[in-house]
């Protein structure tokens, strides 16, 4: 069975010496609570829950799944007791707002914890992770009496939430939708449709289910100007804001799917429902986008969260398993065979695993910062904004596809085994498979950030941060040992603007040049950004090593992984600057015929 330890020291490491994360919390107005005292009792105790309660769950969970019978869903053995679990120890409230009972916390403890529950458990972590973005919906835009009758009982963690997008005909196009939200004489509204793949739409963890619903009013415009957003609960609240009436939503079905297991993705049924408008009619898109921006981040640390945990079982099993000599001769010679990790092939992958997680790591964490500045509003909140807005589809994308194949190499470390269920490398495989689909393709955040974040604006957010890398880069030019990482982080930084002004020139001619180019721009953001932290990372352990550290394999090692990010990794920017100069014309020349031909289908 697959086991897991959260990498306290990596936590540590990047919130307090790439980072600075206590300056940052000086600089907030609730920064105050986030003591080292409560910072250091959040990673310890997070990661026992997520190595002693979630972990030994996760195999069984894959294995067992959730369970359909007439309407109810049964999750797993033992997900309600860690539910229940979770629930006393207050990790809901963490981050809420203290008027309805949360602890105020800055949102970022809530995504280092979030990290450690992704790598242990994927499918349980997804309960609390859907009512966290319903949370955010509802503080942002919901009215001070569905905060007290909906959001409190969400912070306590007896009622869960979703986010109910999907239905059968669409998916990324959600103007399309047709679930209907007729007004009733009492200021409710009808509510029917289907929607489908609604995580945690219905399970046996909560006392009620907050459904946050997308729908259309009778009179609302076509597409997606014309979608509003409502609450509806699984038992409408009683005059004491208990569980009341069953509402008429209810689960048709659940999905027998290639990973996740653990989650119930569920069909919807939305039968005369009762329901709630949050805000104003036709706006619903614009707040969903609160949630979903926040889930988009939370899917990146789900990439992140798996790769951790790949890296971890592969690096176990490569010390390990014996087989075959070094080419340079016996490295064991007591042992009839080399551990795996001497050969260069499996360092290579050990390697990649290990770049993308800690990399990815201080990206992860650099985000939760911009989200910190942004919540708590003042002068730097717009930089922040834009920031988080550039760097929030990089997150989601390049972390998962990063992510899926750090799973894909931890596997194949362990050859044959891998592919066998009870070493549970398969498992983070499948369970990784998802998180390059949901919340926006890999596709649609490839347009979402060339499109509306770059070009759109004219490139400012693009501005603000290739001009934090140049600063770095200029700081660092004279630094003869970092120059095989700075060199090309520098040159690529430039280039990156000018990629993002050939795809401008092209696209005024051809709006296909935009989608041509998206997703290997994105990966090439991915990278650059990724050669940024980890530039970074090599300056602080080459500052500590110098200055004369007890821990020197680990600072080492930073060094070592850099070297490796930017001699094996980094150099895919050059073959996507590549494919991307060559533009949309070999995509876009064959004709639907030609697709076709030599078979019927
Ligand atoms: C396990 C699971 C859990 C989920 N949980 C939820 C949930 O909790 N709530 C919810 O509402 N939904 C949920 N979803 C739905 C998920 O968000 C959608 O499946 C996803 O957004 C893609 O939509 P689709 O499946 O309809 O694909 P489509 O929109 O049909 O897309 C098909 C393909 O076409 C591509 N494509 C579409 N349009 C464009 C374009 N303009 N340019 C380029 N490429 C394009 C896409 O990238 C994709 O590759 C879940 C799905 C799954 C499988």
Excluded at 34 to 45: C, D, K, T, V, Y
């Amino acid at each position: 069975m697959p086991t897991y330890k959260a990498p306290l020291r990596d936590i540590r490491f990047v919130m307090d010496e790439i980072l600075d994360f206590p300056a940052h919390y000086a600089q907030l107005p609730n920064g105050e609570e986030a003591s080292p005292e409560i910072i250091g009792a959040i990673l310890e105790e997070g990661a026992k829950f997520a190595e002693e309660v979630l972990t030994p769950l996760n195999q069984s969970g894959d294995t067992e799944g959730c369970q359909y019978n007439d309407g109810e869903v049964t999750t797993p053995k033992g997900f309600k007791e860690a539910y229940k679990q979770f629930v006393e120890g207050g990790w809901p409230s963490m981050t809420q707002d203290p008027n309805y009972g949360g602890q105020g916390l800055p949102q970022s403890l809530g995504m280092v914890l979030n990290e450690m529950i992704c790598s242990s458990n994927l499918s349980w972590g997804m309960y609390p992770g859907l009512s966290h973005g319903a949370m955010d919906a509802l503080q942002h835009h919901g009215t001070e009496e569905q905060k007290q009758t909906y959001l409190s009982k969400m912070i306590e963690g007896s009622w869960t939430g979703t986010m109910c997008l999907t239905e059968p005909h669409c998916g990324t196009d959600l103007g399309l939708i047709r679930t209907k939200a007729e007004p009733q004489a009492d200021g409710s509204f009808s509510i029917s449709g289907t929607k489908i793949f609604i995580s945690a739409g219905e399970h046996d963890m909560s006392d009620n289910i907050v459904h946050l619903v997308l729908a259309k009013l009778p009179d609302a415009p076509e597409g997606s100007k014309g979608i509003s957003l409502f609450i509806v609960p699984k038992f409408t609240p009683d005059a004491n804001g208990e569980p009341g009436e069953r509402n008429g939503v209810q689960c048709g079905s659940i999905e027998h799917k290639m990973g996740i297991h653990g989650n119930s993705t569920c069909v919807m049924n939305f039968d005369d429902a009762k329901g709630y408008i949050i805000g104003e009619p036709n706006k619903g898109l614009s707040y969903m986008f609160v949630m979903m921006n926040a889930a988009r981040i939370g899917v990146g640390i789900q990439g992140l969260g798996l790769t951790e945990v790949a890296y971890q079982n592969s690096l176990a099993y490569a010390r390990d398993r014996l087989q075959m000599r070094s080419l340079n001769g016996p490295q064991a010679p007591e042992k009839p065979a080399d551990p795996i990790i001497v050969h260069p092939d499996v360092r290579r992958m050990l390697l990649t695993q290990k770049a993308f997680a800690e990399g990815g790591r201080a990206l992860i964490y650099y985000t939760a910062q911009l989200i910190d500045q942004v919540s708590a509003g003042g002068e730097d909140a717009k930089d922040a904004d834009d920031l988080l807005g550039l760097l929030t589809p990089i997150v989601k994308a390049f972390l998962t596809e990063a992510g899926f194949e750090s799973t894909n190499q931890g596997l194949q470390c362990f050859g044959g085994h891998g592919f066998i269920h009870e070493w549970g490398m398969e498992q983070f495989v499948r369970d990784s498979r998802i998180t390059l689909l949901y919340e926006g393709t890999t596709g649609i955040q490839a347009l979402d950030l060339l499109g509306r974040k770059i070009l759109m604006n004219q490139g400012e957010s693009l501005r603000k941060f290739t001009k934090q890398v140049h600063k770095f880069c200029q700081a660092e030019e004279g630094n003869e040992e970092l120059t095989a990482l700075i060199a090309p982080l520098a040159k690529a930084n430039k280039e990156w603007g000018d990629i993002t002004m050939q795809i401008g020139m092209k696209a005024m001619q051809n709006r296909d040049e935009v989608g041509a180019a998206s997703v290997d721009y994105l990966m090439y953001s991915g990278y650059v950004t990724l050669g940024y932290f980890w530039a970074k990372a090599a300056k602080v352990a080459q500052d500590a090593l110098a200055a004369g550290t007890t821990e020197e394999a680990f600072y080492k090692g930073k060094l070592a992984t850099a070297q490796f990010y930017f001699s094996k990794l980094f150099p895919r920017t050059q073959a996507l600057a590549a494919t991307i100069a060559q533009g949309g014309d070999s995509l876009m020349a064959m004709d639907d015929e030609q697709f076709g031909a030599g078979f019927e289908i």
